[in-house]
């Protein structure tokens, strides 16, 4: 699968950002997105996952309930909307594609999951 993010920017903490991933079609090796993010100086860490099988989302708990993945299967784009953006949400945003033997956010936190990577888009948020 060949995953290509855009959409990155810089934002004022409280704002909010929509960053997109557009994908090549998948087949039955695949049936989890993903969206992941490096910030500065630290190590990637899965933020949303959406289990493709299901069509249901899950959450690293640092976001849920201010970001929200969402897919558009026609337009082959994966979404990420990001609200109340604080400084630590600085960071560079990866999407990418693998295959859970079981849907259960401990699998699809790991990065080792997946197979396929995008480039990534830099979000900022400054104060």
């Known amino acids: 699968v060949q995953l290509v993010e855009s959409g990155g920017d810089s934002v004022q903490a409280g704002g909010s950002l929509t960053i997109s991933c557009v994908y090549s079609?998948?087949?039955?090796?695949?049936?989890?997105l993903a969206w992941f993010r490096q910030p500065p100086r630290k190590k990637r860490e899965a933020v949303a996952a959406?289990?493709?099988?299901?069509?249901?989302?899950a959450y690293n708990p640092s976001v849920e309930g201010r970001f929200t993945i969402s897919q558009d299967h026609a337009k082959k784009i994966l979404y990420l909307k990001m609200t109340s953006l604080q400084p630590d949400d600085t960071a560079t945003y990866y999407c990418?594609?693998?295959?859970?033997?079981?849907?259960?956010?401990?699998?699809?936190?790991?990065?080792?999951?997946?197979?396929?990577w995008g480039q990534g888009t830099q979000v900022t948020v400054s104060t």
């Open positions: 959406i289990y493709l099988n299901q069509g249901t989302m």
């Open positions: 990418a594609a693998g295959f859970l033997a079981v849907y259960i956010w401990g699998l699809a936190a790991k990065e080792s999951e997946y197979s396929d």
């Open positions: 079609d998948y087949t039955t090796t695949t049936n989890t």
